[in-house]
Nanobody, 124 residues
Framework: QVQLVESGGGLVQAGGSLRLSCAAS????????MGWFRQAPGKERDVVAT????????YYTDSVKGRFTISRDNAKNTVSLQMNSLKPEDTAIYYC?????????????????WGQGTPVTVSS
């Protein structure tokens, strides 16, 4: 199992940008599809973006398309989420997650390894 630690959350005004990072350790990072999820107050945790284990394919939930970009650096065992044009509705705890080795990056329900989360607050 891979261990994950997120960083980069904070408070930002609407229209601003943040970059979240996730450092992975414990297993061969490049074998794992990776993703970012978020949980807003009073809501369930939902997928935001995922990336294939080989890095060639990505998925974004509709509400962040064109604003967020997920990327990975397999040499550094990191996955990042660049968030631009942030909106108050993006306020949530953001979690980094890993799917099963060589798993389908589009099957977010199979993601089982989680970080501790990093809070993002977007003020209006």
């Amino acid at each position: 199992q891979v261990q994950l630690v997120e960083s980069g959350g904070g408070l930002v005004q609407a229209g601003g940008s943040l970059r979240l990072s996730c450092a992975a350790s414990g297993r061969t990072f490049s074998n794992y599809p990776m993703g970012w999820f978020r949980q807003a107050p009073g809501k369930e945790r939902d997928v935001v973006a995922t990336i294939s284990w080989y890095g060639g394919n990505t998925y974004y939930t509709d509400s962040v398309k064109g604003r967020f970009t997920i990327s990975r650096d397999n040499a550094k065992n990191t996955v990042s989420l660049q968030m631009n044009s942030l909106k108050p509705e993006d306020t949530a705890i953001y979690y980094c997650a890993a799917g099963p080795p060589y798993g389908d990056y589009e099957n977010s329900r199979d993601f089982r390894s989680w970080g501790q989360g990093t809070p993002v607050t977007v003020s209006s």
